[in-house]
């Protein structure tokens, strides 16, 4: 069901409760060190000033115990709200205080005020009803625009929509709708999804959704260690999910009788030492045994894998891709996944990157403008992928 965009509203003199995504990285000292997320949530924020609501922006910050942990306040993020948007932006110390619902009352017509962490009550993720309504704070409008969070039910993103009339997407959500969602409903051919990173329990759920959509699956990272053992083969010390492995075979033999073509890396670059600088070499091909020696551990995909999965890269239409190649935030073990994201940078085909640690591959390398799009939400991403409706959307008036 299509829901109510930001794009819809009316919002002149309308009290307006936005859920913003400020969860931001602080150092000790309590700065900002990266403010993606604030310049990100820009767009929906000038628009709705700029057509005249009276604006108060939520969100949550870290894993806070209390009120008083207050390493993981908002402030710093009003400031440099403010500072992006050269005017004043007011600040309130809770985000349910008297003080916060006069300073709400009180805003003008394109005014904006922050409130403190939502976590700062348990009573935000546990949903509860009464905190809900006193967030909500008689808003007329909600707009959630905070697609990291989307797949929680919390009060700032399902709850409060219960108490305001009408609730919208930001334009971040909707960014993430149209290509998670609508641009996957008829990929162009052959649709190539790219599944790498630590576990094949953690992407099971997606690589099930789309086994019978996608043409070609290509396979990285330590998954693929469970698939080879699966298979038969010694994986040395790599990491391997001993509990998986009849699932791998299942997903194998799915992926044969939908005739979904599923490669997993030739060979496999491996090292007997988990550090910078460490020795490596690459095993033979596995239509040649392939196995790993014990005391070894396969830390990225070889040189033959790295040339067939980029020539995949270079034939597909549409291109999904969650998970690194191998261990690339090592640099000795990066080849894999920075071939792959450079592969991913140059093909013409629609990409997808699916949050999480790809997103950062395709930042090391400098190539996120390269790609069709970048989710900013990990679990939120999966969730979409996976088929799932997210309670932060589901939520929203219908349109
Ligand atoms: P995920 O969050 O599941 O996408 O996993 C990403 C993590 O998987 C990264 O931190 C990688 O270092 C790690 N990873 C990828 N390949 C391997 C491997 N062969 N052995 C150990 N860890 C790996």
Known sequence: MAKLSIRDLDVSGKAVLMRVDFNVPLNDAGEITDDTRIVSALPSIKQLLSGGARLTLCSHLGRPKNESDLKYSLR????????????????????????????????????????????????????????????????????????????????????????????????????????????????????????????????????????????????????????????????????????????????????????????????????????NGAETKVTDSYADGGNIPDGWEGIDIGDVAIDEFCAEISQAGTIVWNGPMGVFEINSFEAGTKAVTEAVAKSSALSIVGGGDSVTAVKKYGLADQVSFISTGGGASLELLEGKQLPGVTALTDS
Do not use: W
């Open 76 to 275: 710093p993020a009003a400031i440099r709200l403010s500072e992006l948007l050269n005017q004043d932006v007011a600040f309130a110390d809770s985000c349910i205080s008297e003080q916060a619902a006069a300073a709400r009352t009180a805003l003008q017509a394109g005014e904006i005020i922050l409130l403190e962490n939502t976590r700062f009550y348990p009573e935000e993720k546990s949903n509860d009803a009464d905190f809900a309504k006193a967030l909500a704070g008689g808003a007329e409008i909600f707009v959630n625009d905070a697609f990291g969070t989307a797949h929680r039910a919390h009060a700032s993103t399902e709850g409060v929509t219960h108490h305001i009339a009408q609730s919208a997407m930001g334009l971040l959500i909707e960014r993430e709708l149209e290509f998670l969602c609508e641009k996957l409903e008829s990929p162009s051919s052959p649709f190539l999804v790219i599944m790498g990173g630590a576990k094949v329990s953690d992407k099971i759920e997606v690589i099930t959704a789309l086994l019978d959509k996608a043409d070609t699956f290509i396979i990285g990272g330590a998954m693929a260690y469970t698939f080879r053992k699966a298979q038969g083969h010694a994986v040395g010390d790599s990491l391997v999910e001993n509990d998986k492995l009849d699932l791998a075979l299942d997903i194998l033999k799915k992926a044969d009788e939908l005739n979904t073509r599923f490669l997993l890396p030739a060979d496999t670059r491996i090292t007997q030492e988990f550090k």
